[in-house]
């Protein structure tokens, strides 16, 4: 699991691609890899992935084309900036949100907007995703935890104070550019528990949507 909290900004180093996926290469400053092992899950760009490579170079991930396909590391490039957030430490303090690392889409930049010194970005996704997506929420966008400003028919804005713009790969970014998208898992679950007809806790003969009154021929209460 991971906070959406940015550790550092990475830079691509290659990117081989075979028939069924591809290796990622990253290198970055400070310390953020220090302690790696083999093994690990980082969060690149906000996606989940698992370090199979540690060299000189920086550390080597594999990602599945499908991975490729669906998230916006299809689009990167030797030399592309991206986020780099480690797995949370049991210990850890959560400054962010919840985020898995598990990207729902690929949104596109529609306009950034430069407001003193701080920015919004205005960004546009598919209008089935909009349902999890409310002024106020929390969501990941290239990893980065942020709060939606306003949301509408398939665009919603987030808005970047100075340090964000400054710490991150934002700041490279311009209208047009793809980035991944997590919503906010909280809003998954409550869509899945609210769609069924029966409470989880239906056992106990609690419902959600209870049936009209019927006369029985048992009055006694069944709770199995």
Known sequence: MFTGIIEAVGTVQTI?????????????????????????????????????????A????DAMYETMRKTALGHLAAGDPVNLERSMAADGRFSGHIVQGHVDATGSIASIRQIDNSYVIYIDVPRDLMRYIVRKGSIAIDGISLTVVDAEDRTFSVAIIPHTWAETNLSSKHAGDPVNIETDIIGKYVEKL??????????????LNPRPSQSVSNPTTELL
Do not use: M, W
Not at 198 to 206: C, E, H, S, W
């Open 16 to 56: 081989e691609r075979a028939e069924e996926h591809a290796r990622l290469t990253v290198s970055a400053p400070g310390d953020v890899f220090v302690g790696i092992k083999i093994g690990d899950s980082i969060a690149v760009n906000g996606t989940c992935l698992t370090a199979v490579e540690i060299s000189a």
């Open 194 to 207: 609210v769609g069924n007809t029966t409470y989880a806790a239906a056992p106990l003969g609690i419902e």
């Open 58 to 61: 920086g550390v080597s991930f």
